[in-house]
């Protein structure tokens, strides 16, 4: 195992894991408890010098994935730090590679073939355009972007790596598994960048629908409390002045 083919393909051990999408540059924590995910990590450990590929599964529920139920593209990382004993493992992990897989064995010691997928260039200016746009649209949506930390934000304008961007943001913003996968499939930089764009778009309609269902709920509360406060005081008033006896139609009218 972690062997180069003559097509200078790498072949290493395999981590499946639970919709966890594992972008290049990110840190990530996994706790395997899975027989097969446990040996995956012992194999890297012993065997590759702590390197592993990390793939998601298309659906967290299969406990038993096999080769379909798993997406083609994944990540070559580095384990940098082990804890647990033989029935389950925590480990972290950082991301260093997009890596299209040609084969893959499942099983007890999964394994796969992968070659890199290498980072392409789009337009400089396109580029810089996107980038604005993202950070004007991550500006402009407080209720998606919080989850980003601060220091992230900041990178932006610091000269921060553009194919890094939008691995960075995918990481941290609340994206459905395969929305990841789609950023992480995809080679081109500008691509990727307007992928998380559109995504991002489709957030914000769906927070400013959430925000103003919200709105209406709290009016509509806000005055049915309202008129039960104001039938209560009214109930009050009639049982000190001896009218308790009212029918509610009285106190409708009232």
Known sequence: MNQKSPENNLTLPLLITRGLVVFPNMSEEIEASRPFSVAAIKDAKEMTNSLIFVVAQKTPDVDSPKEEDIYDVGTLCRIVSYAGNGS???IRLIGS????????????NPSAEGTFLENVSGDASELEGLVKKLLESLSSTPEISRGIPRSAINQLGKGVSSEDIPDTFAGYLPLSTDQRQSILAEPNVNKRLQLLLNILSSLRQIAEVESSISEKVRVS?????????????????KEELGEGGSSSNDEDSI
């Open 221 to 237: 509360t806000e005055k049915s409390q309202k008129e039960y406060y104001l039938r209560e005081k009214m109930k009050a008033i």
């Open 88 to 90: 389950s493992m925590r």
């Open 97 to 108: 590679k997009r890596v299209k897989f040609l084969k893959t064995v499942l099983g007890e």
